[in-house]
């Protein structure tokens, strides 16, 4: 099934894989850890080399047990808040 660049910039990943292969995804599991800028992440964000940032990783899994997709999110945590809730 292919996507067009409209849709990929207007949906969330989680629907984009679920359209793209008709499998619904039934979990994710994330991990927050500190991490240092390299000089490539550093000349991207426009920060100095090893400069702290926040490492988030998110696997994603479908309901038959195989991974949807892993992804990793370099955040500089001056611009980040994260808000944990359990209803």
Known sequence: HTLSWEQTEQ???WALLQKATQS?????DISIRLNFADKAL???LG???NSPLFLLERTSWFENGKCAENSRFYIRPERYEFTLSNG
């Open 24 to 28: 619904t995804i039934s979990r994710s």
């Open 42 to 44: 550093a000349e991207v």
């Open 47 to 49: 920060i100095a080399k």
């Open 11 to 13: 949906e969330p990943t």
